[in-house]
């Protein structure tokens, strides 16, 4: 462990200014000492300089010693190891530097984490459809199975899983980067409604969705291909975690420059720690939550978020007593026709 006397000076100028004040001093001693001792005079200054290039050698290996702690560190990561860190004691710049070093590998580790959650929920979710669709496949093929009506259906029911995870994965990627632009225009919220909720009819026929929009002919500009998104995934995710014969509500209300969307379902609700996290990227709930159908990804809802507040506006998750949840949507009214 290097000898770092100097940690708790704040500034690597004043540092470097003690050490070379250090060397002349104790040259001078050295000197002095030399005189009193009768050293001949031209070894006097030999001795001088090398004690005092020896104690600026000490003095400075300590300073710089951060910074080959850091090389080291880099190297490491540069391999794979995002769990190494440097020591944070010194209070100059080069602390300052060994501080943002952590916080870019932490990140740095992060990011790497999220990529291998990536991996294995992406291949976790290709492989289940993936499966079905063969063995089906083959079934039909080998004689085992006729091609009926239910069995093409489960195999197409498959295939759109597969289609919504490329999509997904593919609005994730889009605004990561930036590269999805609103188009706003005036949007009849009526309308829209009424189209998000046929088309969860058609994929929940055994649940109650009903909907109410305060004032009915309700417009505001917005992109209405991405508030769709938004509104499908929120009202789907409520119609899936919801009992049978249970009902779900989207109710849309007009109230001081803003338009708020309320989707509320009878499930199980969500865990008051986790109201949050249930916007992270990859964050799935508990299995308590779903209904054992296992199609989320936990894309839906960070994309949603989003999409949100691309628009300028915000989104939360709520619980409702005495059961069940309630996802909040809040957009600006700019606009507006």
Request: aromatic letters at 4%.
């Amino acid at each position: 462990m290097n000898w770092r006397p100097l940690d708790r000076v704040v500034s690597i100028k004043l540092k470097l200014s003690v050490v070379i004040i250090g060397a002349i001093a104790i040259a001078a001693i050295v000197s002095t000492v030399g005189y009193l001792l009768n050293v001949p005079v031209l070894v006097r200054p030999v001795i001088s300089a090398t004690i005092g290039v020896a104690g600026m050698w000490l003095f400075a290996g300590g300073i710089t010693s951060p910074l080959r702690e850091m090389a080291r560190a880099a190297g490491q990561m540069a391999g794979g190891d995002y769990d190494v860190r440097v020591t944070e004691s010194s209070a100059d710049e080069v602390g300052d530097l060994a501080r943002a070093f952590n916080g870019m590998a932490a990140e740095l580790a992060e990011v790497d984490q999220q990529r291998r959650d990536l991996v294995a929920m992406v291949s976790h979710e290709l492989r289940t459809p993936i499966t079905a669709i063969q063995a089906n496949l083959e079934n039909l093929i080998d004689g085992v199975s006729e091609p009926e009506p239910e069995l093409l259906n489960r195999m197409l029911s498959q295939t759109e899983r597969l289609g919504r995870l490329v999509a997904q994965l593919l609005d994730l990627s889009r605004l990561e980067s930036g590269a999805i632009a609103l188009e706003r225009l005036p949007v009849d919220v009526g309308a829209l409604v009424g189209l998000v909720v046929d088309e969860a009819r058609l994929r929940h026929p055994d649940l109650l969705l009903e909907t109410r929009v305060v004032p009915s002919d309700l417009q505001f500009e917005a992109d209405a291909e991405r508030l769709h998104q938004v509104l499908a995934n929120l009202v789907d995710n409520a119609a899936r975690y919801s009992p049978v014969d249970s009902s779900v509500t989207l109710d849309v209300a007009e109230c001081d420059g803003q338009v708020t969307f309320r989707v509320a379902d009878e499930g199980p609700g969500i865990p008051t720690d986790q109201l949050e996290r249930v916007f992270d990227r990859y964050h799935r709930l508990a299995a308590a939550r779903s209904r054992g159908d296992g199609e989320g990804t936990g894309l839906g809802l960070t994309i949603a978020r989003w999409i949100t507040e691309l628009h300028g506006g915000s989104i939360r998750a709520e619980g409702v007593e005495p059961t069940g949840c309630r996802m909040v949507l809040v957009l600006p009214t700019e606009g507006r026709q």
